[in-house]
């Protein structure tokens, strides 16, 4: 079927974050929008072919002004689709039961250790059938995409074991297939020791280094490869050496640093040269000193400090000291359950002394240069993916004051209109 152009006509407020392709934004950049008013956009053929003040783009399109389907943006702002740079997409089971206990005290890592939290989400995941794992995990993509989210990373990670592992990678594959969400994957096979490895942990890192990576490589099921550096998992010794095996294998390093104890997680991340160390919510300054020389994204989960009732990671101090930020859901059964990147936003801004442009910049091209994709995605452009969103709001500061609320309106994916109306189409 040919698709018809789709032309978005007179946005109060079209936010392009142009110029932001070749690398992330930082410091003073992040607050740079370029926003255009009065602004228009022309999708065809899956691409951003023209964007411009109203008056320009129909200026540019006049003969062919009849062959395109409008919609008409008055009084909504445009942003480029959000891409959301952290999730446990692919995974079986709920723990609420957890929750309980932690509000009466018990904490994260006690519930881990006592054989719950991940433990229990890999023990779901390994008894779910690829099917299952499809439909659950296809259900919370529709819900991500009903929030204006059009990319997802999302890990591996409860499986633990190669053939579980394997199948959640293929299940995020068939995702990225058949779902209009694009999903890019991570290798995350060191997300927890399993049980039967408790007594030689570095018999398991083995095996993910000896066995795990280089299938993984080998059937190109993964860009990246991440690594729960914490003191009760994985030290920084052995994440350096699985950090250091994904990237002998062409898989690039992303780490979960610094989340719960300072652990020089982002100094590591440093060291490896890798994308992203997410999380950082107990960051040392060396950390961030190391991560703005050697140009590490920092991936911020506020949602998991919300959940956990910890203390947030200081986006202000990270961004004032030259990191490019980026937030993200961190998606998961455990620590941050939800989808929505518009109440991360929010959070941004109220807990980490983000302003709203800055967490706008945070998921959308910095999101998209967390997992390699800023010269795709991320910013309105001409000759990018025609990745859209439109929200019912007439400036950008109300997309995150009128909070826990889902202002989506419309979203277009590679082109093609995927929510209308708040509706999946
Ligand atoms: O990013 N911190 C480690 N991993 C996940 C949580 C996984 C879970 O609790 O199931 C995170 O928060
Ligand atoms: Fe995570």
Same mark, same amino acid.
């Given at each position: 079927?040919?698709?018809?152009?789709?032309?978005?006509?007179?946005?109060?407020?079209?936010?392009?974050?142009?110029?932001?392709?070749?690398?992330p934004?930082?410091?003073?950049?992040?607050?740079?929008?370029?926003?255009?008013?009065?602004?228009?956009?022309?999708?065809?053929? =899956?691409?951003?072919?023209?964007?411009?003040?109203? +008056?320009?783009?129909?200026? @540019?399109?006049?003969?062919?002004?009849?062959?395109?389907?409008?919609?008409?943006?008055?009084? +909504?702002?445009?942003?480029? =689709?959000?891409?959301?740079p952290h999730?446990?997409?692919?995974? /079986?089971?709920?723990?609420?039961?957890?929750?309980?206990?932690? @509000?009466?005290?018990?904490?994260?890592?006690?519930?881990?250790?006592?054989?719950?939290?991940?433990?229990?989400?890999?023990?779901?995941?390994?008894?779910?059938?690829?099917?299952?794992?499809?439909?659950?995990?296809?259900?919370?993509?529709?819900?991500?995409?009903?929030?204006?989210?059009?990319?997802?990373e999302?890990?591996?990670?409860?499986?633990?074991?190669?053939?579980?592992?394997?199948?959640? @990678?293929?299940?995020?594959?068939?995702?990225?297939?058949?779902?209009?969400?694009?999903?890019?994957?991570?290798?995350?096979?060191?997300?927890?020791?399993?049980?039967?490895?408790?007594?030689?942990?570095?018999?398991?890192?083995?095996?993910?280094?000896?066995?795990?990576?280089?299938?993984?490589?080998? %059937?190109?099921?993964?860009?990246f490869?991440d690594?729960?550096?914490?003191?009760?998992?994985?030290?920084? +010794?052995?994440?350096?050496?699985?950090?250091?095996?994904?990237?002998?294998?062409?898989?690039l390093a992303k780490i979960?640093a610094?989340?719960?104890?300072?652990?020089?997680?982002?100094?590591?991340a440093?060291?490896?040269?890798a994308v992203s160390a997410d999380?950082?919510?107990?960051?040392?300054?060396?950390?961030?000193?190391?991560m703005?020389?050697?140009?590490v994204i920092a991936v911020?989960?506020?949602?998991?400090?919300?959940?956990?009732?910890?203390?947030? /990671?200081?986006?202000?101090?990270?961004?004032?000291?030259?990191?490019a930020?980026a937030?993200s859901?961190?998606?998961?059964?455990?620590?941050?359950?939800?989808?929505?990147?518009?109440?991360?936003?929010? %959070?941004?801004?109220?807990?980490?002394?983000?302003?709203?442009?800055?967490?706008?910049?945070?998921?959308?091209?910095n999101a998209?240069h967390a997992i390699?994709?800023?010269?795709?995605?991320?910013?309105?452009?001409?000759?990018? +993916?025609?990745?859209?969103?439109?929200?019912?709001?007439?400036?950008?500061?109300? %997309?995150?004051?009128?909070?826990?609320?889902?202002?989506?309106?419309?979203?277009?994916?590679?082109?093609?209109?995927?929510?209308?109306?708040?509706? %999946?189409?």
């Amino acid at each position: 079927m040919i698709q018809k152009p789709i032309f978005i006509r007179h946005a109060n407020q079209l936010i392009t974050l142009k110029n932001s392709s070749s690398a992330p934004l930082k410091g003073n950049e992040m607050n740079e929008l370029h926003i255009i008013e009065d602004g228009s956009v022309w999708l065809e053929h =899956g691409i951003i072919q023209a964007v411009g003040t109203d +008056k320009e783009v129909a200026e @540019l399109f006049q003969e062919r002004l009849e062959e395109a389907y409008v919609i008409d943006a008055t009084g +909504k702002i445009v942003t480029p =689709g959000l891409v959301d740079p952290h999730t446990h997409l692919v995974h /079986a089971g709920s723990r609420e039961n957890e929750f309980n206990m932690r @509000l009466q005290g018990a904490t994260y890592m006690e519930i881990m250790n006592a054989g719950g939290g991940i433990h229990s989400s890999t023990k779901a995941t390994r008894e779910a059938t690829h099917e299952q794992l499809y439909e659950q995990s296809y259900k919370r993509l529709d819900q991500f995409l009903l929030h204006g989210v059009t990319t997802v990373e999302a890990k591996s990670g409860y499986g633990l074991a190669w053939e579980h592992e394997l199948k959640q @990678l293929e299940v995020a594959k068939t995702l990225h297939e058949q779902h209009p969400i694009d999903i890019v994957s991570t290798f995350m096979g060191a997300h927890a020791v399993p049980a039967n490895f408790k007594e030689n942990p570095d018999e398991f890192v083995d095996l993910v280094i000896n066995e795990m990576i280089p299938r993984v490589a080998e %059937l190109g099921l993964a860009e990246f490869n991440d690594v729960f550096c914490e003191r009760g998992v994985f030290t920084p +010794k052995q994440s350096k050496r699985i950090l250091e095996a994904g990237l002998d294998h062409g898989l690039l390093a992303k780490i979960h640093a610094d989340e719960i104890e300072p652990y020089a997680g982002a100094e590591l991340a440093a060291e490896v040269g890798a994308v992203s160390a997410d999380h950082l919510l107990r960051v040392s300054d060396e950390g961030v000193i190391a991560m703005a020389e050697h140009g590490v994204i920092a991936v911020l989960l506020p949602g998991t400090a919300f959940f956990l009732m910890a203390d947030f /990671a200081n986006g202000r101090r990270m961004i004032d000291a030259g990191v490019a930020v980026a937030l993200s859901t961190d998606s998961n059964p455990g620590s941050s359950p939800t989808i929505s990147l518009p109440f991360i936003m929010n %959070l941004g801004c109220l807990k980490m002394g983000m302003t709203p442009a800055e967490v706008l910049t945070a998921t959308t091209i910095n999101a998209a240069h967390a997992i390699k994709r800023g010269h795709e995605v991320g910013s309105i452009e001409k000759g990018k +993916k025609a990745d859209i969103t439109i929200f019912n709001v007439p400036n950008f500061y109300q %997309l995150v004051y009128h909070y826990g609320m889902n202002h989506t309106d419309s979203v277009i994916k590679g082109g093609k209109m995927v929510v209308q109306g708040g509706q %999946l189409v």
